[in-house]
């Protein structure tokens, strides 16, 4: 089974704290993404990966940033948290194949900001 | 850019009822298409999807959609539902053109709460 997990279910931070998520898989998946879910908004991708040190902004990647410095682990950085990136946020990968592509993703964190 | 559309936010049904939750895409090109489901407390977790081929697919837990090419449409539908169907549903959508690296596009989710 795939695995994907996150370092913290929940983390409660302070305005202006430089804040680190990560996301580690562990079936060799090329491709990371980091979304973020709030309330009658849906899931929206951040940012995403699809090879060590390669990072492709998603819809959403004002005031994040990641890294990717080995294939199973994708960071979400916040350089300085604000009250509005309250949110839960998810991890997912995916493998590269000739064909379709699933999402596998992680339990997320809940990050609250204060 | 390709977007989707879930009809219904909130859903309430007893239990038995049949289910349908409707989801529309806006892209024309090929596109792989899932629905995921959130269970209170738990993470994602995908209930079923299409690639190709049979556009009436089958998932997990007796949920089915149907892919209607010409109406951009995949609609999830179970015909008695239980209590334990109570959930977030999302439907999501990706591009294909080859790798698949981009990430998924998804609706706002249907919030399902199945009464006894």
């Known amino acids: 089974d795939v695995k994907v997990t996150q370092s913290s279910r929940y983390l409660v931070k302070r305005t202006g704290e430089k804040v680190f998520l990560e996301c580690v898989q562990d079936?060799?998946?090329?491709?990371m993404f980091w979304y973020r879910q709030d309330p009658g908004l849906g899931l929206r991708l951040i940012y995403f990966?699809?090879?060590?040190?390669?990072?492709e902004k998603g819809d959403i990647p004002e005031g994040y940033s990641v890294s990717r410095e080995k294939k199973e682990r994708f960071s979400l950085i916040l350089e300085s948290a604000s009250t509005n990136q309250t949110s839960m946020y998810l991890c997912?990968?995916?493998?590269?194949?000739?064909?379709?592509?699933?999402?596998?993703f992680g339990p997320g964190t809940r990050l609250t900001v204060l | 850019a390709q977007s989707v559309s879930q009809h219904n936010h909130h859903v309430i049904l007893s239990e038995a009822a049949s289910l349908e939750l409707g989801c529309n895409y806006s892209y024309g090109g090929t596109v792989n298409l899932f629905w995921y489901v959130q269970y209170p407390g738990q993470h994602l977790q995908l209930l079923l999807k299409y690639f190709s081929g049979d556009p009436l697919v089958k998932g997990i837990k007796g949920f089915e959609a149907e892919f209607i090419k010409s109406k951009f449409s995949f609609n999830l539908r179970k015909p008695s539902v239980q209590w334990s169907d109570t959930a977030e549903y999302f439907c999501a959508v990706i591009l294909w053109e080859g790798g698949g690296a981009d990430g998924l596009t998804f609706g706002k989710g249907t919030h399902l709460i199945i009464q006894p």
């Open positions: 997912a990968s995916s493998f590269v194949a000739g064909g379709p592509i699933e999402q596998f």
């Open positions: 990966s699809y090879d060590v040190k390669m990072k």
């Open positions: 079936m060799d998946h090329e491709n």
